[in-house]
């Protein structure tokens, strides 16, 4: 189970890197989601892994033998929050940039200090 | 819970959100914003002191679970030093922006309040992941504050800047979650005492590198500096002063507080690694500084070449490295943000900051252009001011433990500072007025924070025989590690 959950969050991993780097800048915003994926399942792979293993002991600790780590699971409830937050925020700014752009493209271009 | 320790976070948050419902009354938010800043101001100086007594750094545990398994605020010396740096550039911003009132967008003053609650936050977190919620707090607060003030094509900027934070952050989630995985411990003391016992493999440190280069990012170190120079000049001229002094600070927190407590015994990895980025940091900022045209250009790559020097600081891991890395941290946002008010200033006159544009502001603002020498001196390293202190300590740091190449190429990258600051003086104050440019005058409320800071730079620079003995503690917790750990899980609560 561990190697399938390393293996699926090198994948995300490495298309998340390989996003980020494109030219198009929604499949750049697709990049950061697929990090946040990577890092999410990233952590929850050390949380015990185990099939069926729930994240409380429940009344005579009856569950204590199955069980998954609950702070990691918390860990991972904020950190997908905070996803949420700025995917949201990306997202808007690419459509605020979409029609200031009037394209997809962030262009490289000369640097220049912009002329205020 | 203590929730005098608790304030730095909570004043700024209920502030800033109380705040967002007084959309119509200017006055309301510009007063309680200045009273939420002057307050913390206050407030840090008195836990400054009271952390430096004999009790050691303050501890509190919110919701009054023990450490290390509740969520623990710590203030210790650094931290409240940082804490009233920060409070003390809040406030000089604000009294600034009240000039050029009539252009603040919607929500500024809550915006910023929640950029200083993510920053304190920060500063006082006790536990890594606590430390994650409040970068990313700061760092949402930014992107709203630089996009709301986007012209046109800088929207490419604000997407660089984005980007490279959203990256740096989910690499530190990523290097957080291994280093719970691995050691089952997110409390900082508590990590500490596992990295310090025989039971940490080598792999803690390794996940703790995944750590460090996310703060290299958000410091902007060598490789990963370049979201810096694009995104900054894009930012309004007086908000960039807040930006320089305080975010790129807390990237370089992070890296103190990890090597002080996460790598204690790293030397042998890290120190090389360290020095090599310092000195590539220093060099790439300076000389990119020196052939900018534009003043906040120079100004924003600069930034990166003093990020260098503090990281030099920081590679000796020896005392003296660490206590000028403090008394540079001090020395360097206080600089750095009245040189971007200086600029915010000078753009206003001229109406842009190219440097071919300006001209003739030693005949027409005198203040100007004193207030100007005294924090770029400071700045290039010159006696008796500030800089020149600061950047002794770290070179003599960096001769203590043989690393000589390094300490000569800061000595060098002081010279080429000295160059570039003395392109902006011709430029903007020496060279005669351009023709036809009529200036305009300048408000006191703008007037009084610059003249503020340069004072305070110099006066830090003559008083340096007073203020050393009270960094001196700061330095020797941090360096030292063990006060740290016993305040928070010596039973303290």
Known sequence: ?116 | MNLLIASPFLIPLTFGVVLCSFRNSPTTRWAASFVALVGLCVLSLLLFFLSQGPAGPLVTQVGGWPAPFGITLVIDSFSALMLAVSALIGSSVLCFQFGERAQQKEHYHSLVLFLFAGVNGSFIAGDLFNLYVCFEIMVMSSFVLLVQNLEGQQVTSAIRYVTANLFASLLFLTGVGIIYGLSGRLNLAELSLFVRSDQASMMVTVAGMLLLFAFAIKSALFPVFQWLPHSYPAVPPALGALFAGLLTKVGIYGIFRSSSLLFPNSTGLLQEPLLWVSGATMLTGVLAAASQKNVRSILSFHIISQVGYMVLGIATFTLTGFFGTVYYLLHHIIVKSNLFLIAAVIERKFGSSDLDKLGGLAKESPWLAFCFLAPALALAGMPPFSGFIAKLLVIKAGLEIQAYGVAGLALLVGLITLYSMSKIWNAAFWSPKPVGVRLELTPPTMVIPIVLLSLLSLLIGLGYPWIAPLLQISAEDLINGQSYIEAVLGGRN
């Open chain 1, 1 to 116: 189970m561990e190697l399938l959950i390393s293996i699926a969050a090198g994948v995300l991993f490495f298309t998340g890197f390989y996003l980020i780097l494109q030219e198009s800048l929604v499949r750049s915003i697709l990049g950061i989601l697929f990090l946040s994926n990577a890092a999410n399942v990233t952590i929850f792979s050390f949380s015990g892994l185990v099939p069926g293993g729930a994240a409380f002991l429940g009344e005579s600790h009856e569950m204590a033998a199955n069980l998954s780590d609950p702070l990691i699971q918390a860990l991972i409830l904020t950190a997908i929050v905070i996803g949420f937050g700025f995917s949201l925020f990306f997202l808007v700014l690419a459509l605020f940039a979409h029609s200031i752009l009037g394209g997809d493209r962030i262009s490289e271009g000369e640097y220049e200090p912009p002329h205020r």
